[in-house]
């Protein structure tokens, strides 16, 4: 068998004072593993579970360990063989998963007994969690690469058809009188294809932002101007909060994608508070000495710049959250998103080598922390 190995032990219920009397516990029941194998103490009520051969130490906690407890106590009443996995919290903070199988057996007394075995599943647990974690990475990467491809296509081909229009949208407006209905027709025309072209544009930068050029730039101007853009038309309710420390904060990266990340988190933040509210943001240096694992994407150890778009308006649910980044979600309505903006972001901090935490709750606002290799 792969994994550490199971240890074996045989259990008795009865305690140093003899615990069960009839169908009750008194105030405890032991598993005694044998001299090398240590002893696995099920108190009645108190979830403490002691495992010392296994190196878990004494597991106390709320929650943790109770089901363990509770599944040995009825084993031990209705003399049934129990197979169960329980996270337990260790005394220096840490949490074991353990997975622990008993056959009951009657001793010659007739009290209940168990030869059972004890496994720490922690490690596995953890690969396979991570494992799909990555799977869940790599089919939104492969689904990210085929819409864009798809997506850069089909704008590269809608722009010629734009172009049309705006060339005889133009000549119409040229041509009729100031004040004519057939004017005003003529710049509903050039207004409709304007939208069609912004559109088209932030498709071309989401199937680029798969390919961008890197240089070393400063985000901290970047992201001071593109506040500067965004106070200019910022809703009177709304304010706008930012901090950025006065050194150089240089990354590997493209100013004008730069540029889109900041625009598409604030104006998403600044959509989700029609009510008003507080927009942060927040700019500095971050350095990890270990790899560090964030909602979206895990961070290699070294130094990063964080980049902290914070609203304090009305947040997502689990169900959402989870759909974010994908091309063309969108819970806005038709004409008011393209659900392109995150998808915009995420292509271009994951291309880079970067990656993004997202805390959100309904109506407790959201955090967007953006990190960018430096
Ligand atoms: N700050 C935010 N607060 C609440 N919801 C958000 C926020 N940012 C993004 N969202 C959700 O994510 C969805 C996708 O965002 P995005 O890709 O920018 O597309 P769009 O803004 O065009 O809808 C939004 O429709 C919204 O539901
Ligand atoms: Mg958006």
Redesign the pocket.
Do not use: Y
């Given at each position: 068998m792969s994994g550490p190995p199971w240890k074996r032990c045989v259990g008795s219920s009865r305690s140093a004072s003899g615990a069960l009397t009839g169908n009750r516990y008194s105030n405890s029941t032991e598993l005694s593993c044998g001299p090398e194998s240590g002893v696995l103490s099920v108190a009645s009520l108190v979830p403490v579970i002691l495992l010392p051969v296994f190196r878990l130490g004494a597991a106390k906690g709320r929650g943790h360990g109770r089901l363990v407890q509770e599944v040995i106590a009825r084993a031990s009443r209705e003399m049934t063989n129990f197979d169960v996995e329980n996270r337990l919290l260790m005394e220096d903070g840490t949490v074991k998963t353990v997975h622990l199988i008993g056959h009951a057996m009657q001793s010659s007394s007739g009290e209940p007994e168990f030869v059972g075995a004890v496994m720490d599943v922690t490690e596995q647990k953890w690969a396979l969690a991570e494992r799909a974690r990555l799977e869940q990475r790599l089919r939104q990467a492969e689904k990210m690469e085929a819409v864009g491809r798809l997506a850069g296509g089909i704008a590269h081909d809608f722009n010629n058809v734009l172009a049309g229009v705006f060339a005889y949208g133009e000549m119409v407006l040229d041509e009729a009188p100031e004040g004519s209905p057939l004017r005003r027709y003529a710049q509903n025309v050039l207004t409709a294809a304007s939208r069609g072209r912004e559109l088209v544009e932030q498709i071309l930068a989401f199937s680029r932002s798969q390919r961008g050029k890197r240089a070393p730039v400063d985000v901290a101007p970047v992201v001071a101007e593109t506040l500067e853009l965004i106070r200019g038309s910022l809703p009177a309710n709304i304010r706008l909060e930012s901090n950025a420390p006065d050194l150089p904060l240089v990354v590997l990266g493209d100013a004008t994608q730069l540029h889109q990340i900041v625009m598409?988190?604030c104006?998403?933040?600044i959509?989700?508070?029609r009510t008003g509210g507080t927009l942060r943001v927040t700019l500095e240096a971050a350095e990890f000495p270990g790899e560090q694992a964030l909602s979206h994407g895990t961070l290699d150890p070294g130094r990063y710049v964080r980049l902290i778009?914070a609203?304090s308006?009305?947040?997502?649910d689990e169900a959402?959250i989870v759909?974010?980044?994908?091309?063309f979600?969108?819970?806005?309505e038709i004409g008011?998103?393209?659900?392109?903006?995150?998808?915009?972001?995420y292509a271009i901090i994951t291309d880079s080598g970067g990656a993004i935490d997202v805390k959100?709750a309904p109506q407790q606002?959201?955090t967007?922390t953006i990190y960018l290799r430096g």
């Open positions: 598409n988190l104006s998403n933040a959509q989700a508070m778009v609203d308006g009305c947040g997502m959402t759909r974010i980044f994908e091309p979600f969108t819970t806005k008011q998103g393209t659900g392109l903006g995150l998808s915009l972001v959100s606002g959201s967007f």
